[in-house]
C-alpha cells in the first residue's frame, strides 16, 4: 500500500564505494525527483524526471547518476562516495498538474 | 538564482500558544507550497497557495499568499503537541514545479 518507496532505509558505507538507491511509486505519477537533505535539514532538488526523461539536472558532481527505467521508478547511483554526502536522500513523484508531491521515506546515508 | 529564505529557524512554543513562521522569495513565485516533516519522517504535504492575497485555513493552521507573490505566512493556534515538527515553504517558479525549499522552520512545542 506504500505510495512512494525508497530502499534501502539505512545505508552505512565507506569513503571511496559505489552505492545506489532506488525508489518505486505506486501512484500511477509521471514525475519523480531526488532531493538531498542535510544535516541542517535544508532540502535541495537534485533531479527530477518526467515520462522518464531527464528534466531537471542542479549542480550535482557527475558521481551522483540518476536512471529511470520506467515512469514508476527513479534510481540514484552515486560513484566514489565522498564524507560530504552523507546525507537523508529523499524521492518524490507528482503527476504533472497536480499540486501534491509525495515523499518517500527516506534513505539515511553515512559515509564513514 | 531564485532563494526563498525562512523564518524564524527555530520556535519554542508552550502548548495552547500562537505562532507564525514567515517565508519571502527574491522573485515573484508561481505558487507557494507548505510541507510539514516529523522528526525521523518524511515532508508531508500541507497546501498549495496560487493567488496572489490568498489566505487559506485548515482547522488550526491558516496560510497566506502575499500580494506581490513574494512572500508567505503559516500561522498555527493554540500549538499542541502534534504540531511539532519542522515547517517548510517551497515556492515554485517554473513549468516543471521545481520547488526551492526555505530552510524550515524547527518547532518545539512545550507542554
Known amino acids: 500500500d506504500t505510495a512512494v518507496s525508497q530502499t534501502p532505509k539505512y545505508l552505512v558505507t565507506q569513503m571511496g564505494n559505489d552505492k545506489s538507491i532506488k525508489c518505486e511509486q505506486n501512484?500511477?505519477?509521471?514525475?519523480m525527483y531526488w532531493y538531498k537533505q542535510d544535516s541542517k535539514k535544508f532540502l535541495k532538488i537534485m533531479f527530477s524526471?518526467?515520462?522518464?526523461?531527464?528534466?531537471i539536472n542542479e549542480t550535482v558532481p557527475n558521481r551522483f547518476s540518476p536512471k529511470s527505467p520506467d515512469k514508476a521508478h527513479l534510481n540514484l547511483h552515486i560513484n566514489s562516495l565522498e564524507l560530504g554526502d552523507s546525507a537523508v536522500y529523499f524521492c518524490?513523484?507528482?503527476?504533472?498538474?497536480?499540486?501534491?508531491?509525495?515523499f518517500g521515506p527516506g534513505t539515511r546515508l553515512l559515509v564513514l | 538564482g531564485q532563494q526563498v529564505m525562512q523564518i524564524p529557524q527555530y520556535q519554542h512554543v508552550q502548548e495552547g500558544e500562537d505562532f507564525t513562521t514567515y517565508c519571502n522569495s527574491s522573485?515573484?513565485?508561481?505558487?507557494i507550497q507548505w510541507y510539514k516533516q516529523r522528526p525521523g519522517g518524511h515532508p508531508v504535504f500541507l497546501i498549495q497557495?496560487?493567488?496572489?492575497?490568498e489566505v487559506k485555513k485548515q482547522k488550526r493552521l491558516t496560510f497566506q499568499f502575499g500580494e506581490a507573490k513574494k512572500n508567505s505566512s503559516l500561522h498555527i493556534t493554540a500549538t499542541q503537541t502534534t504540531d511539532v515538527g519542522t515547517y517548510f515553504c517551497?515556492?515554485?517558479?517554473?513549468?516543471?514545479?521545481?520547488?526551492?525549499f526555505g530552510a524550515g522552520t524547527q518547532v518545539v512545542v512545550t507542554p
Open positions: 518524490a513523484s507528482i503527476l504533472t498538474g497536480g499540486e501534491t508531491q509525495y
Open positions: 501512484l500511477g505519477h509521471d514525475t
Open positions: 517551497a515556492g515554485t517558479t517554473d513549468s516543471w514545479g521545481k520547488l526551492q
Open positions: 524526471y518526467n515520462n522518464k526523461e531527464l528534466i
Open positions: 497557495l496560487v493567488k496572489s492575497g
Open positions: 522573485t515573484t513565485l508561481s505558487n
